[in-house]
């Protein structure tokens, strides 16, 4: 018994460890170069997985949930259609692009529309990853790399969070928190008027 709860002090130890390692990391704007040799110098458990960009996350899942399908209005044969684009993208790695051609194949002009209304809402400043969305805004080229190495270090943050504790409420908390810090940086590159901007591109909430 003592020895088990040896083990799981010194598991938990590690993951406050890489929780640390992590929102540093951001906090203090590290290259992903610097996150990375701190990366090979945590545990080999804590290992980073490579996984798919936020905005092609974002689409999989919103496009899963019952009342995003109802807020857009989705058929019975564009259900079908997007259930096997799901079950053909599931636990591989997918470009924004091969995404984007296949749920467009699928969806209305006006759904496509509203469903990049409902990814700006659902990744709050995160969708400045969007391409469409950073286009809308008129961005300079200074705010673009202020931005993209913002974005940058968050996923890579992200990740060494994720690979080192799963499912336990230590990440589940320090995820917020690095989240909630990367919109607060990405926040402050925006000017009051592409702030407003923004929120604009998110339209009506969803639900109402």
Known sequence: MVRRLNGATMKLRGQFVLVSIALSALSMGQAPYALEMQRRSAPASASVRQTNSPEVSETIQLLSRFDVQKDLAITAEEYSQLSTIASRLSGQLVSEDSVRTSVAAVLTAAQAKRLTELLVQS?????????????????????????????????????LLRSSAA??????????????????????????????????????????
């Not at 391409?131 to 943050?157: C, F, G, H, M, P």
């Open 123 to 159: 990744m709050g400043y995160g969708s400045l990853a969007l391409a469409d969305v950073r286009e809308k805004l008129n961005l300079t080229d200074t705010q673009q790399s202020r931005i993209s190495d913002t974005i940058t270090q968050y996923d890579n943050a992200k990740r």
């Open 167 to 208: 499912s336990t409420q230590a990440a589940t908390q320090a995820l917020s928190s690095l989240k909630l810090q990367a919109n607060e940086l990405l926040a402050k590159v925006l000017t009051a008027d592409q702030d407003k901007a923004l929120r604009a591109l998110a339209g009506k909430a969803l639900g109402s």
